[in-house]
């Protein structure tokens, strides 16, 4: 029974990617899990795991090859059960692993059940909010701009597609208590079950067929239509360079293209406010000396940063959300996870740090360092780079005396750190040489102040200078 | 061993042609199935005692019938003789070859068969009772109800198995009687009654409605109505009383106007319907609640209200076919294998009735249209004007679409006359690609063939058939 390994959503936003390796040959036994082919996408190279076991029947796509999500790229037979005879005709104590060996197997294909489940809804959720990490902006505002278009359309369009759509509508509620059909949607079952898969609500769907039949890449269509809004806008005709002199044109990497559309979708979205504090550092510089002399362990000033901010998102729950002005709403999350932009070769990457307020610097600053690690080698999974709440650049290391970092959409604010510099500080009649960092604090005037964003600034350098006073909550 | 008993991946309960679908699904996901049903082999209702054997039957019906028109074309046949015994064993041997086949690919997928019943002793446990050994417990990581349907019973009629037969003991054939009332006018009455009347019984009709097969398209009724081969229509009609009086059975009809009156007849078919068969499996042990109608209720992966539990086919609701049970099995399989597709929609569900003629019909209808505020058209195409139609004896027929006036989309269908069932799926197809009257009429259909029709009707959409005029 041949099971078909389809290109899953590779990252958020991403809808094609190239063919760079195929890792498994015809006729191979997989395991689940085990990467079968790897693409190259905005975000650097992936690997695409095979969902479940079995032996590879046919490949259907070859290096090079540009693959977009929903395609089919290999044909799997399922090849456990035989496993399972071959081990059931050996001995009792064979018979015992086997049994064991069942109740795993029991246990897994739930598992599997459930992985796939979050894969998907991941799926829609990059789907539906079509930006890459930087600027699911675009998305939420595009969506909405679906939306409108559609009841407008629907509007004034011609009775006949409202006929249907308050049909499928009736048709949706059907669903929910039991009933069976979608009928009255153009759209033969193979793209039914496309849809749902994709996680689509057909019923948004236009079809460009007879009819208004939808057909699979009016489903996909569908899916890029969001995100291609904006990019509208940088199509603006560029004047013919050559005649000013000798030019060259290069393509745009993945990671380039998914930066600039997503910086530029998050900028349009995103009422930007920008504030700006120092901290005095100078203490926990000495402490850093200090920690590097006695141990071996290497405690980055992002580090610090990292479980500062994490502490002050638990204390201000509005910088540790989103905004979700479809539904009027605003999202709180209950978890602080951070994200840390990376620079590399390829471009800009930013790991996420899950859970950073349960764990301890020293776990932070050895998680930056392996994720930095795998950034500059382009070995993140998307896992690594998703689920972000909140993000610090710290251009700190290259110099810098401040900047205005761009919110990464769909969280409400971005921490700016750049280089510490030795100053005169007044202190206790004396100036005295201080280690200052500057700080920059960019957020969604949608969802904060500016009191707020000051506040939120001001907490996170007493915090760096007095962390004691800071966390009694002084 | 006693542990792999306890803890079973998929257990499905009944391996009629939806627990099967189910099982087999299932079974080539990688999932290990438990089947448990009380006959030899996969097959259920359809296999053993409905749809196959009757349409074994109905098979000798037709050349039967055939046959006799054949003479009036200059073919005559000598009068045929009927030796029941040996239809007996062939009918027979129909069942048990597909039952075997059936057997054999349940081998080959690896799944385990029991010979027997199963039902709820908790939410997460069942009880299964082999035939020929001791009922033990077991629990599940997911479930499959398919035990199908039985038949309605009357309250005042007891069924002897003798006299007063149902529609199983009608196939078992044990004798022809003289005459035979067939009490309901649907789909299983007439098809038996069809069969008997082509083995010589005089077949009488008795049913409620005004008129055969109620719900179903009126224009494929009336061109039944024209050509049925029974003796007596009793429509409208209450069956009040049976009683066996000797040999005869005397019955007691009453006219929805009040008048009454008493026949009599050598067998009495009892074909009132079928209702969903959740009686066997001790739901109030597990929680699961039946609708009024006695259905359970499904979500669109056909899973009930208790996790890892789902429900196929008849216990699921109308319309009581093994086609549709067949999907739901296979739907049920890939939602538990995790198929985040899966889901249960069908645009159209045909239904035929293996009459002669035979009657088929898809999608909806044209009072449904109504219903639902939808402008259809309606495009008849009728048989006299198609040559193979007129070749073949069969120049009542009609083929009918129903179109949405706006969009051209073929939304339902309905065929009667000869090969009608095999002329549906073409419009049901038709109906499921979301196509239009335009799409059908562009296609190019073999001539001469019946199939023609449906092109024919799908060209009255644009005005312009070929073979009539508008």
New interface residues.
Partial sequence: ?A?DIKIPQIAEGVESATVTEILVKEGDKIEKDQSVIAVESDKASVEIPSP???TVASIEVSEGDEVSVGDVIIKLE?G??KD??SEEEESDKA?IEE?EK??K??KE??K??TK??EE?DEKEESEEEKGVKKSEDEEESSDEENEEEQETEEETG???EK?NSG?LEENEDE??T?S??????????GV??????LGVDIAKVK?S??????SKGDLKDHNKSGKGKTTASTEITLPDFSQWGETERKQLSGIRKATAKNTSTAWSTIPHVFQFDEADISDIEEYMQKLKEKSEANITITAILVKVAAVALRQFPKFNASIDMKNEEMILKKYVNIGVAADTDKGLLVPVIKNADQKTILEIANEITTLAEKAREGKLTREEMEGGNFTISNLGGIGGTNFTPIVYHPQVAILGVSRAKKQPVFINENFEPRDILPLSLSYDHRMIDGAEGVRFLHWISRALENPYEALLGA | ?A??KK?K?LIIIGAGPGGYAAAFRA??????VTLVDPEANPGGVCLYRGCIPSKALLHIAQVKQEALEAAEWGLKFEKPEIDLKKIRKWKEQVVKKLTGGLGQLSKG??IEYIKGTAKFVSEKKLKIQPNDSEAYEAEF?NLILATGSVNVSLPAIEIDHNKIIDSKDALELKDIPKSMLVIGGGYIGLELGSVYAALGSKVSIAEMTPGFLPGADRDLVKIFEKEHPFKDLFFNTKVEKVSIKKDKIKVELKEKNGKSSEKSFDKVLVAVGRKPNTDTLALENSGIKVNDAGFI????KRKTRNENVYAIGDL??EPLLAHKANYEGKIAAEAI??I?????????IPAVVFTNPQLAWC??TESEAKE???EIKVLKFPWSASGRAVAVGSPNGLTKLLV?K????I?GGAVAGKNAGSLIPEISLA??????A??VALSIHPHPTLSETIMEAAEIFSGSPTHISK
């Fill in positions: 029974m099971t479940e076991a079995g399922a456990e059960s399972d005879d018979e049994t069942k109740e197997k029991d294909p739930k599997k059940n796939k489940t998907v011609d009775k006949d006929d049909k669903d929910e039991n069976s059909s979608s009928g009255e949607i153009p759209a033969s079952p039914r079950r496309l849809a749902r898969e079809g067929g007879p009819g208004g039949r939808i | 061993m542990k792999n803890k991946e079974a080539d996901l990688g999932i290990k997928k690896k990581q209720e499904v979500d669109q699921t609701g294998a995790g985040k597709g899966a889901a249960y929609d069908p645009g159209s999608g909806i639902k505020g939808i949405e706006k969009t051209g989309r939304l109906i499921e690609m979301a196509a239009t335009e799409d």
